[in-house]
């Protein structure tokens, strides 16, 4: 195949050569040759079409049972030496890797076609954006990245004889569990994606590129790239304040960027607008403020749970033009359902397995759904999309959040001192897992920024980085840590969330336009409890101030935990952080 880009040509004719698949397809972007694809999928069995009045444009499609979600134990990072990496990644020195690699990609495209896909992250042309090529075996993923990111011909225009672009290589192959491997090579602009074919671990752009190898871009070229929503939030006085948010996947960003305000902010005039639900690109802008962008085209959410009162705009995004992976099929109608959408379970559906499913595997309690099954979906579906999305220089940031899921310890919310204080706050995430990412479910560890999956490099680098990025920003925005997951001694969540999570939101506006007040504590500023508003909700002020307490045992004992978990990156810890750690346990003292 011939390319305008040398190096594209030269990618596509060696992978092809490597891989031996049948014919090379470019996917130019057209709406006729998406539709062929949907209706060759259909035809032999890869996805299924569901009922077009009520889904129009809708599909669903089953991985493999081992096949199911993110699997952090086989995803690496390669880069020449260790160091690079650090401690928090998995590696494999990066020729080795390449000389693995190369005999499972060896032939594992025969008798398939292997697609090539121009994608850009970011809108065409934005100063942000950045261009990838993936090429796949697997007429999925094509669909999938059609959605969450903008492919086609006018990629390859944008890029010209440029060869600054992504490389990634992607087969199911065999989709064997025991040679599955998803390879970032940051050093080499590259990644290679074998033996699965699982949203987060073949669409290529998303965890692979705009997270591992745009983290490690953005390190080298004075940016970032982060695993966070970006929402605008409206006030009364037609005023939009920006916010990006962090927090590990499976706890509620794709919500929180489509939150519906409470009745007694929706009338005031309070509204949200979804800019991103999981990735943002974030640059110094030339007013010294920092920017942010959505490099995604498209929401690949966690359908378990979603439904018209948890996230309505998220449930309308998926009514039209969506692929639903893993959810279970309702044969009553030929629709979609899953644990979580309504009271009304189908009676007679096939599960996210390809078994028959109703009221009795109800009853024993076999899942309809994976609790990682997700919908691929349109940004354009969705109500609140932000007007915004677009804007190639992205929205101002005014906070950035950080969060995680704790039963204990993280009150509902509090302000970090100062930028290196936030990046402390950060540095300290702490989640319980979740069905994302294969293994163990509700075990909390250390996830900093929400980003232990998804560092390229070196996270002590990262931190590092961190720093310094607060140096070239005039106008830092300021950092806050909410926890929506506290729970009292019978494991009942003490805070409503969703929609009520603007009382919260409303706070920490108020806080960056210093109209509101806070207690200091020994880890940085609460509200007092007064000021979040609970007009028209059922709790009193003494609930919140539960909610908002900071027990000091419980904080040294995650003090000890914050100085073992730091250790892994001895001398490389940043002076900054370590300054903080000190801070803390004097505080607690
Ligand atoms: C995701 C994830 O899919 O974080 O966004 O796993
Ligand atoms: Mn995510």
């Avoid at 060759?40 to 890869?46: F, I, L, N, S, Y």
């Avoid at 065409?124 to 969450?148: Q, R």
């Avoid at 037609?238 to 409470?262: D, H, Q, R, V």
């Avoid at 009304?344 to 009853?363: F, L, R």
Wanted: charged share 25%; proline share 6%; glycine share 8%.
């Amino acid at each position: 195949m011939n390319f305008l880009s040398k190096g594209v040509e030269k990618f596509v004719n060696e992978s092809a050569e490597l891989c031996q698949p049948s014919k090379v397809v470019l996917i130019d972007g057209s709406e006729e040759q998406l539709e062929a694809l949907r209706a060759e999928a259909v035809q032999t069995g890869e996805m299924i079409k569901l009922n077009q009045e009520i889904l129009p444009g809708c599909y669903l499609h089953r991985t493999k049972p081992n096949d199911v979600a993110r699997v952090e134990g086989r995803t690496f990072i390669c880069t020449e030496k260790q160091e690079t990496a650090g401690p928090t990644n998995n590696w494999i020195q990066k020729d080795e890797a390449y000389k693995i690699l190369s005999d499972i990609y060896r032939g594992s495209m025969k008798d398939r076609t292997m697609y090539v896909i121009p994608y850009s992250m970011g809108a065409v042309g934005s100063p942000f954006s950045k261009i990838g090529i993936e090429l796949t075996d697997s007429i999925y993923v094509v669909l999938n990245m059609a959605i969450m990111t903008r492919v086609g011909q006018k990629v390859l225009d944008q890029l010209g004889t440029s060869d600054d672009f992504v490389k990634g290589l992607h087969s199911k192959a065999d989709v064997d569990p025991e040679k599955r491997y998803i390879c970032q090579f940051p050093e080499d602009n590259t990644i290679m994606s074998v033996n699965s074919a699982y949203g987060g671990n073949v669409l290529l752009g998303k965890k692979c590129f705009a997270l591992r190898i745009a983290s490690y871009q953005g390190w080298k070229e004075g940016w970032m790239a982060e695993h966070m929503l970006i929402l605008g939030l409206e006030k009364p006085n037609g005023e939009t304040k920006y916010i990006a948010a962090a927090f590990p996947s499976a706890c509620g960003k794709t919500n929180l960027a489509m939150l519906i305000p409470p009745e007694e902010f929706a009338k005031k005039g309070y509204k949200i607008h979804t800019v991103g639900d999981d990735i943002a690109w974030i640059r110094v802008g030339k007013d010294g403020r920092l920017y942010a962008i959505n490099p995604e085209n498209g929401f690949f959410g966690v359908a378990p749970g979603t439904n018209v009162k948890s996230n309505p705009n998220a449930l309308a995004s998926t009514r039209k033009n969506t692929i639903f992976t893993n959810v279970c099929h309702n044969l009553e109608n030929n629709t979609v359902w899953w644990e979580g959408l309504d009271k009304n379970p189908p009676k007679k559906a096939i599960d996210w397995q390809g078994q028959p499913w109703g009221p009795e595997q109800q009853a024993q309690g076999v899942k309809g759904a994976h609790p990682n099954s997700r919908f691929t979906a349109p940004t354009a579906n969705c109500p609140c999309l932000s007007d915004q999305f677009e804007n190639p220089e992205g929205v101002p940031l005014d906070a950035i959040i950080f969060g995680g899921r704790r039963a204990k310890t993280a009150p509902l919310v509090y302000e970090a001192r100062n930028w290196n204080h936030g990046v402390f706050v950060g540095s300290i995430m702490a989640s319980e897992t979740t069905a994302a990412a294969s293994g163990a479910v509700g075990v909390v560890r250390r996830d900093p920024m929400a980003m232990l999956p998804f560092c390229g490099y070196h996270m002590a680098d990262y931190f590092a980085h961190w720093i310094e990025m607060g140096k070239k920003v005039s106008h830092q925005p300021k950092i806050f840590n909410v926890n929506w997951f506290r729970t009292d001694e019978e494991g009942h969540f003490l805070w409503p969330g969703f929609g009520d999570n603007m009382r919260v939101l409303d706070w920490i506006i108020r806080r960056c336009e210093g109209t509101a007040e806070a207690v200091e504590t020994p880890i940085g500023f609460v509200p007092k409890p007064e000021d979040i508003n609970l007009n028209g909700l059922n709790m009193t002020t003494k609930d919140v101030a539960d909610l908002l307490t900071v027990d000091k045992k419980l904080w040294l004992e995650d003090a000890d935990n914050i100085e073992e978990f730091y250790k892994k990156f001895g001398d490389k810890l940043p002076k900054e952080l370590r300054a903080e750690l000190d801070t803390l346990k004097n505080n607690l003292k």
